[in-house]
Structures are given as C-alpha cells and as structure tokens.
C-alpha cells in the first residue's frame, strides 16, 4: 500500500474506534447526573445505587474515550500536515477551543466527581457531574463544527500569496448549520446509545430477578428516553440529507447510487453496482420518494452522479469526483434501518412497561440490543467522511493533497499495527470490565475499587 | 492589536501551556515511573496512585491545549513538528495511552497480575512520556534537518543524537526527583519516608545530568551566538534552583524542595523558550528555512479572534483546577477505607 492509502485506513479506523466510546460517554453522561439528582432530590438508596452503577459503566467507557482521543488530535499534524498548514487558520480554531473549554472542563471535574465525594459539599459533588456531561458534549460541538467546515467550508478565502484558506468570519464558523445539524444528530445519538445499553443490561438484571425493581426504574427511563432520541435522530438526519442535497449533492447522489439526473426522483431500495461502483447492474427503487426525502416534494428534480461528476470536472479539472458508492450507499442503508428499528423497539419496550413484562420470555434476547447503536453509529461516520471523498475540505482541498510528504511506508506501518495491537488489547480489558461490572450488578458498585488482600502484589515483588 | 504583538503573545501563551504541563504533568511522570518501585503492597500502590488521581487527567489537557494551540496559533509549526516527529510522537501518544488507561483500569480487578501489568504499565508509560518529550525539546534547541518547503528531512534517528538524549535523560531524571519530592508531601507514615530517602538519591543523579546538559547547551546550540533572545543568567538559575533542592531535601522541608524543582522546570522552559525566540523549530540546514512566528502563524483575524477566547477561559481553568487542588489537599494515607482507585 502506499502512504496515502496507509493513512487514510489509519485515520479511519482510530477513528471509528474512537467513535465507538464518544456517543455512549456523551449520552450515559446525562443519565447518571439525572439519577444521581434524583438522589438527591428524594433521598432514595435506590437511586444511589444506580448513579454508583450505571457510574461505574461510565468511567470504564470514559476512559477509552479519553485516551484514544489524544491521537485524534495529534494525527491532524502527524499524518495529515499539508491539511495543517492549508487549514491551521480556521480548523485549529475550534479544536483548541475545545480544549481550552471542554476538555479541562471534563476531565477535571471528572477527578472531582470520583475523588470528591467526601470532600466537597454534596451539592457541589452534584454540580460537577453535570459539568462532566456539559464539557463532553460541548466537546462534541466544537469537533462537528471543525468537521462540518470541512464538509461546508464557510467563513473563509483564500489568500492569494499563501495559498491557504484563511477564516475571514468566526461567527460563520461557529453557527454553520452544517456542523450543528451534525450536533443535533449526534447528540441524539448519544442519548439513543446509552438508551440502549441501559435497556439491555436492565433486561439483562430484570430477566434473572436481580435488584428487579431498580433495574425497571433504569428501564422505564430508558424506553422514554430511547424512543424521544431516537426519533430526534431520524429528524435531525433527515433536516441533513436536505442540507447536504444542497451543499454535497455528490454526496447525496452517491448515498442513493443514483447515477442519472431524473425528476421525479426514484428511491433506491436495493441497487447492485458493479465492481468499479460507478455503474449499476441491477436495482430495485420507487418512483418519487428520493425526490421527496430532498427537498419535500415529490417531483424535484435530482441530479445524478454521472452529472455531477460532468460538472466537476468542468469546474476543477479533470479527475474522479465520485465517492466509493458501495461504501456510502450501504452504509447509509445500515445506518437507516438500524436507527428505523431502533425507533419501533423503544416504541414497544415502552408499551410493554405498562404490563408485566419482566416476566416476559422475550426479555431474556433484549440484551442483544445493545450491539444496534454502534452499528449505526459507526455506519454514519463512515458515510459522513467516506461521502466526501475525494475531498478533505469540499471543493477546495482533495486528500491525495492533503496528507503528510514526508512520511515513509514503513513509519506508517509501525504505528499503523501499533495502534491496531494497543486499541485490541484495550478493547478487550474494556470488554472484560464492562462485561464483569454489568454481571456483579449494583451491589458490587457501591464499592469505590475491588479490594485485594493487601500482601498480594507485595508477594510478588 | 498589531499582527507582531499577536504573534508574540501567542508564542508566549504556547510557552505558558508547555510550562504549566510540565509543572503539573511532570510530577505524575515522576509518581508514575516511580510507583512500582515505591510501592510493595497493593495499598502502598493505590495510595501512590491516589496522590494524582484526582488531577492527572485534567494535568494531561495542558499538552492538548498546548497543541491545539499550536495548530490554531502557528499552523506551520504544528504541521512540521507533528510530521516531522512522526515516529516519536506515535510512541509519545502510546506512552500517554497505556499510562492513561491503566490508572483507571489497573484497581477495577482483583487479579495482582492484572494489577501488576497495569502498575508496570503506568510506569513505562510515563517513562516513555518524559523521555520522549525531554528528547524532542533538546533537538528543538538543537535545530532540526528543515527543508526550504518547511519540510522535516530527517527520522527518528536524527532525534537520537547525543544532545537529543541528553535532553530525555535529564527530563525523566527531574521528573523522578519532582515526582519523589511531590510523594513526600502528599503521602504520610513509612512511605512518606521512602519517598523522602527516594529522593536523597534521586537529586544526586538530576543534579548531575542538569549541570551537564547546561554545559552542552551551551557547545550544542545558538545559544551563546544569540540568535534568540539571550536568556542571560536564566539557565545558571535553573541549575541553582536543582541544588537548592538538595539543601531543602536534607533538612526534611519537603515543601520548599518540591518548589525548588518546580522552579527549575519553569527556569529551564523559560531559557528554552528565549533561546528559541522568535524561531519555533530552527533548521539546521540553512537559518533562511527555520520557522518562526512570522512565518508559520495564522492570520491576523484567527489570532485576535483566539486571543479573545483565551482571554476569557483561561483565567476560568486556572480557577476551578487551583479549585481541585485545594480540595485534594490533604495527605493521602494506606487506610483502605479512604482510598479511591
């Protein structure tokens, strides 16, 4: 493989891994500052025990987060520096904005709301798990409005003598719809996440009549919180599709494998491409729909890949505009059902808490839910970035420009199979804990560690 | 406010953030190459691990600041420095990751092989952080292969030259001095002590290896010829402020010898500071190619425009971190009963 390709699988799977903590920490944030102010306000041991456990759940998560996170940052310069230095002058910005205002917010008053339990008063104990749930998804606005710039530059020209894109409008920069419908979505998507990994686990407890009456208390809050979040999540997709309709319509036409302009527009089903993806073989679609998904009616016209494509040629020298359709395609597919089925299960856990169901046979499967949000998750990065294609920045910078010169095949080979052999490793003690600490329930949690006999690690020195 | 005066006060800020990682971060490297040592049993560990536990993470957003500052302030020097190091800001970054993890992972099991792993892990990741940092410092003084396109020539064995190694001996050996000095004065009863005769012998070697890597500065570098700012007697400071320590050590007065070596840090960043000034990564090819602020900055509008934001959060973080630091003030103590992680 050569540099380019090695980098860019690189940067794809740090960070897709990355993005496999970041919505469950977004959204598991709120929920233990909402149990733990349910603690306080009514003074239930109940309630206690959940913030402690579903804490617990958090801090395992949070970790990982945190420390894949360092590379996100770092791998801009690192691998990617003539982005760097085309780009410093308004994507440095928000990322160290959200350093300055997210992460010191974060990650202290983390420190503070797993050591100061004793030491501060209970209120502002309280308060700083809040914060914790501010900070990150704060962090959350300041890194999709660097990466909506990227997908709908604003704000900005290009400086003649330089050759770099220079921020001429912050405000533009900091209210650009692109990066806040991303916000929205993936707020949402936090918040559907958590949703369903409390869903699952409670399932989980309640199915083996363990602390049944805390685990439906989690489960009710979850079914309402899942089925608001993810409706929210379909909503704020689809206010995107229509934005990017307008401002990537490459993008759009590519999610769709709608290679010719047509008005109405016909909704794909199931396409076959062929094996260069830039051609269909066989499909399945219905009249109109795509037109109506667009722009709300139902005879808009669409333009089509093979246009666009004609188009851009035109207006940026020849070359291949066209995204990998295969990748985009499916994984908007995948992303779409998931969150579909996602809304219809939190619908019908929901009705089914108005009955007896934790006797229900069927609770014992609910646990296998757990796995559809990170699916989908993973799914809309991959469609997000791989849409973009062959641009890092739209229209002005394509990534074949933008990676590093001076890095060797052989440099990106070791940290390529270091990161994959330490994000391994990491995933599975992650795993392993989290599988432990769901199984030994909230009892086990109110314990601040696991305590062993104290010679142990002595005896083997 | 004039572009010079933004450019200026950005490189300061970025000197201010380096500064305050170092301060705080440097002694959680020392606490953490020094835990395995130091500690014998489980709870000697965790109480160890107790002493920055606390605070570790947010220390940690000081180096995250300081590089999207970088990125957002002198894009150039960001994107030279990170592509150029490429190699060893990926073993930095694993440094960072195993070390971050296993303070959070190592006490959630009771297997003392996992335990051990993880302490072990903690151990040589702040050993490879400090090295590696303490190694790229020294060649950024020293000057680095740097191309005519802003392009770094060299690898990872360019940075392992003597000077270069000097520069990471000498920053694990004052991080382990700083880390022993801070564990005296968090840390009570017997191991209170060990870490006080820790750092009876700790000092001799930091002292040694400061004074040499002064000395070398001084042969190794412009300093002398002043292309920078002369840094005068800043680097003599530095050097007293690491004997001072000595003295402080010996009459049990834990307090001021932590200071003293915080106070060399400081000194020590400042004369790198001012011998760099106004270049951020000198070329050793040809003068005419080193960046400097002039050349590697963002606009004028992104300057003032983070300058504003900086203005207003960073007097913020200093309030609510010197917060926790009030609020985790006390000694940490092996009764289980008050240990967290």
Redo the contacts between chains.
Sequence with gaps: MDPLTLSRLQFGLTTVYHFLFVPLTLGLSWFVAYFQTRYYQTRDEEFRKMTKFWGKLF??N???G???G??Q??Q????W??Y??Y???????P???????S???E??????W???E???PEKAHLASIWLVAVGSNLSALWILLANGWMQHPVGYVI?EVTG?A???D?FALATNPKGWLFFWHTIAAGLATASFLIIGVSAYHIFRKQNVSLFKTSFQTATIVGLIASTLVFFGGHTNGQYMFETQPMKFAAIEAHYETSSPAPFSIITIGDLTGKQEVWSWRVPAVLSFLACNNLTCEVRGVDDIQAEYVALYGPGDYVPLIVFTYWSFRIMMTIGFIMMGLSFLFLLATRGKYENAKWMKWVPWVIALPYLANSSGWILTEMGRQPWIVQGLLKVEDAV?????VV?LW??LI?YVV?YGV?AI?MVY?MK??IVAGPDAAMH?????????????? | MSYEFLQTLWFILIAVLWIGFFILEGFDFGVGMLL?FL?????E??AII?TI??????N??WL??A??????????W???????F??A??LL??G???R??S???R????N?KW??TF?WMIAIGSFMCALLLGTAFSNLARGVPINAD????G?LFTLLNPFGLLGGVTMVSVFLLYGSTFLTLKLEGELRERARELSKNLYVVAAIVVVLLAFFTYTSTDISTKIGINPGSTPLAAVIAILVATFFINRKMEGWAFLSVALHIVLTQVSFFTLMFPRVMISTLNPEWSLTIYNAS??Q??LT??SI??LI??PI?LV??GW?YY??R?RISTD?K????
């Design positions: 801090l395992i949070f970790a990982i945190v420390v894949t360092i590379v940052e770092f801009f310069g690192m691998n520096s003539e760097s230095r780009v410093g002058d308004i994507f440095g910005a990322l160290a904005i959200e350093a300055l205002t992460f010191f917010l990650s202290t008053f983390l420190g503070v797993i050591f100061g004793t030491k501060i400086n770099r220079e921020l001429v912050f590093s010169p001076n890095l060797t440099d070791i940290s270091g330490v990491l003690a804990l432990k600490y601040e560690s696991v305590d062993v006999a104290p010679t142990l690690v002595g005896s083997q020195d | 395995p500690g014998k049993k489980d709870e560990r965790r107790n536990g606390s605070t570790w993470d947010g940690e957003v995250l600041t590089g999207g500052a970088t990125f957002a302030a002198f894009p150039h960001y994107a030279t420095m990170f592509s150029g490429y190699l800001l990926f970054v694993i960072l990751i195993i971050g993890i303070f959070e992972y006490s959630k099991d009771a003392p335990r051990h302490d802003m392009m770094y020539t690898n963002s606009s509008y992104t425009v983070m934001v900086a959060f960073v973080v609510y971190q926790t609020i985790f006390k289980k008050t240990l967290v992680y």
